[in-house]
């Protein structure tokens, strides 16, 4: 089927998708916030198995597979994505032990206690994030880890505006006191969480956003879900300049009892 005979549903997830696999990364993060979040974790080798879940086009799985020895299998719902999550690792000559599967993180096939580490970016907030840490953990070994980063709340109270912005987004967002607890009810001792740097918002994220997005305007003249799209990322950025003392992401690391 051609793009313009689909439903526009359809269209327009797959260019949202066409958009964000332009990235190196499709989440606010960096090499070395990946990297302290592993610095949490041991016991990894070569014969680990570890599921990078909503792994988009890779980038934390090459830092993943670079300070690890482990076999790692990344997953994502979109499959413009995991083909470009495996030509990266065939550029980097990873393909033997790092494979992309197109899958969704609601409907995993991993066998019981298969894992060593379930890690996933910027992306447990698909299915939300009390729900992710439940029904992962039945894929984690005992003494495996979970490692994911998800958006939460620095202060008790917010100005309504971003308060109002979240709640439409993202309702389940929470302080990083609730998320810690919800970890531990949902089977895991927190080893540690910390807020990821500022930079890996503004400059690795909407920098390098703002510098493709007349690119992507002009490939698709007049497309409304385009200007939309582009219209809701630069309002975005634009709360996170105002309100960042108030939320941002938090890497969260928990290990199975
Ligand atoms: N971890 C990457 C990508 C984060 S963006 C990074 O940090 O750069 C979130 C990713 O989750 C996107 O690639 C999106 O396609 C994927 N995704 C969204 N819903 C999903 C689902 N239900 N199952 C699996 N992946 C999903």
């Known amino acids: 089927m051609d793009q313009e005979n689909k439903p526009a549903h359809d269209f327009d997830i797959d260019l949202i998708c066409e958009y964000y696999s332009n990235f190196e990364r499709q989440g606010p993060g960096s090499p070395e916030t990946s990297i302290k979040a592993l610095s949490f974790i041991d016991n990894l080798n070569g014969l680990s198995q570890i599921a990078d879940i909503g792994c988009g086009t890779g980038g934390q799985t090459i830092v993943l597979a670079q300070q690890t020895t482990a076999n790692i299998i990344g997953i994502d719902i979109a499959p413009i994505m995991i083909e470009k999550f495996n030509d990266n690792m065939i550029k980097n000559n990873l393909q033997n032990r790092i494979k992309g599967v197109v899958g ?5 096939s991993f066998k019981k206690e298969e894992l060593d580490m379930i890690f996933s970016e910027g992306a447990i907030y698909n299915i939300g994030f009390e729900r992710g840490l439940n029904e992962w953990n039945k894929y984690i070994k005992q003494d495996g880890y979970i490692a994911v980063s998800e958006a939460s709340w620095f202060t008790e109270n917010r100005p309504s505006e971003i308060t109002d912005f979240w709640m439409n987004a993202y309702p389940e967002i929470d302080t990083i006191s609730n998320c810690i607890s919800k970890i531990q009810k949902a089977g895991y001792i927190p080893m540690a969480s910390f807020i990821i740097p500022e930079y890996c918002w503004t400059d690795n994220f909407y920098k ?10 002009n490939k698709y003249p007049g497309n409304k879900a385009v200007e939309k799209l ?11 300049n105002e309100y960042k003392k108030y939320y941002g992401y938090v890497f969260y690391i928990g290990k199975k009892i």
Do not use: K
Not at 104 to 108: E, F, G, R, T, Y
Not at 233 to 238: G, L, M, T
């Open 230 to 240: 582009i219209a809701d990322e630069r309002y975005e950025a634009r709360m996170y």
């Open 208 to 217: 390098s956003h703002a510098s493709f997005q007349d690119v992507f305007l």
């Open 104 to 108: 969704s993180m609601d409907n995993l």
